[in-house]
Nanobody, 120 residues
Framework: QVQLVESGGGAVRAGGSLKLTCIAS????????MGWYRQFPGKQREFVAT???????NYSDSVKGRFAISRDNARNTVYLQMNNLKPEDTAVYYC??????????????WGQGTQVTVSS
């Protein structure tokens, strides 16, 4: 199994910044894509950003230009720097990884989620 642990959520005012961190551990052979999703109350989880092992990055249109995803492959860690936060960014943020476990089976893992609250 692969475990993901997120940290860095919290409450900020509009225009502020937060940095989320997600560390993967467990039976990891290889992690390919890592990313972030978010879920608003009563809504389905939605894509925020992903980054591949080689550094290929995708962002949702709603965060492009404000959020920056990065990763440290040696530490199996992915980050999400969130700048110019808006009240509509308020959500639970989830880390996600796609890769291969140590028994060479495909594995997709989710973190437990971290709350981000932006006040106006």
């Amino acid at each position: 199994q692969v475990q993901l642990v997120e940290s860095g959520g919290g409450a900020v005012r509009a225009g502020g910044s937060l940095k989320l961190t997600c560390i993967a551990s467990g039976n990891i052979y290889q992690i390919n894509d890592m990313g972030w999703y978010r879920q608003f109350p009563g809504k389905q989880r939605e894509f925020v950003a992903t980054i591949s092992t080689g550094g290929g990055i995708n962002y949702s249109d709603s965060v492009k230009g404000r959020f920056a995803i990065s990763r440290d492959n040696a530490r199996n860690t992915v980050y999400l720097q969130m700048n110019n936060l808006k009240p509509e960014d308020t959500a639970v943020y989830y880390c996600n990884s796609v890769g291969i476990s140590s028994d060479f089976t495909p594995v997709r893992a989710w973190g437990q989620g971290t709350q981000v609250t932006v006040s106006s």
